[in-house]
């Protein structure tokens, strides 16, 4: 059955149609701002927001921020319910109106529908649409039975859905939607969909894996054309998710399987250009995706933590390595080891702006200082060789010597010592690295990737 045969649920006046849309993911820590702005820049059709409980919305205020543009929503920090006094208020949620506001899912973790209604009554004049997640795996959302917690708890799931269709349609003029994974049985996952169907969402997006499932695991697409014939007789879009992997892929696994939409995440979290079509230019190499997603992420004044989390995933680790990426504390330090002295102004700013430590700037500066002097020297150290090597016949030292040009051989040999800081990355630098990346990754900035997968 093609999209144009079935019935279509009335799509409200604000909201989006998820049919023909490739989108990203809704990806803790990898789906903020910034990398939304990355995915839009290469073609995604619409964004997902990383899932964020009811709980931590509820009581936070709005405010836009006049610097970047963005609408933010923070709340004081709190330590077991008592607020720490004399502390900057923590962001909860930040989307940017003008460059992504019409294309933003907001999606929510909840296992309450007044929680879930109120939480929605925050965002819901500024967003496209709003996602309930029923498929997050991990203890911090099933314990509170969110997440995959309410593929077992149905009447729970539709209550949710039913509760938001019947305020915020209304109010706000925005679609809700749902994410699931598949169950076990086929004939189970058959009647949760005919039961969700009939809440009023406009979508549906069915990560093709069951909850247990391990993301390195391949997708299971044998229930697929089953969920996509449920929606469309009730006339809600199906998204498919799971090891999709470029905007190509995406179009040709909609042709075959006959559902409206995909989305993608880990392929979107390595490298955001995978929603260029080849037509358009394809993949783009790591270093364009880079900076552009620095670009992008200075211009929100994005956490500076997470921004280096999301470099670490996009910069290949040897490179990041090499260039002492790991040891970067501030925008400034970034640009200077990626070499990005054409954005240090900017960082420099950003860095003020969130009140990152000047001691990072100087060291920066300093580093940029040494790269430039490091160039000079390794150009000057050429130009002598060659100059030699126009005497003997070669630059070659050993060679030199054994043509007899013992002068010149000398001079090679006694080239002056660089400095460690100058010879790249010793084993010992290296591990010193390792183990400052470990550090970081205790401080929970820079965690191991393994972790999450809802
Ligand atoms: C880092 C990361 C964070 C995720 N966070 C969420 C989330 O907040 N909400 C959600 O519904 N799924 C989340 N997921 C799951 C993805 O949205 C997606 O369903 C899953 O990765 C399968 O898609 P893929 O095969 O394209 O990676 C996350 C996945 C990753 C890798």
Known sequence: MTSEAVPHVPIPPRGVDY????????????GELPSRLLALQYGADLVWGPETIDQSMIGTTRRVNERTGCIEWSRLPSNSGVLVENMKPSIIYRMHPEREGRKLIYQMGTCSPERAVEA???????????????????PFSTDGGMGAALLKTPDKLCAILEALVANIVPEYGIGISVKIRILKDPKDTEALVRRLVRTGIIGLTVHCRTTPMRPRERAIRDQLRMVRDVCHEAGVACLMNGDVTSRDHALALMEEYGVDGAMIATSAEKNSSCFRSE????????????????????DVGNKFGNTKYLLAQLVPGRHAEQVGMFRGHSYSDMCAALGYAHLMDKAHEVDEALEIDPASLRRAKEELERQKKLRKAQSNEARRLQRSSGVVGSGNASAAAAGGNTAVARSSEQAPKRSLSERGPTASVVSGIAAEAAVVAADGTLPSKAGIAA
Not at 288 to 295: D, G, I, M, P, S
């Open 120 to 138: 929605a009554r925050i965002v819901a004049p500024d967003v496209a649409g709003i996602d309930i997640n029923a498929g997050c795996p991990k």
């Open 279 to 298: 037509a358009d230019g394809g993949m783009a190499g790591w270093s364009e995706v880079v900076e552009a997603y620095l670009r992008h992420a200075m």
């Open 19 to 30: 049919r023909n849309k490739i989108v990203l993911a809704p990806m803790v820590r990898s």
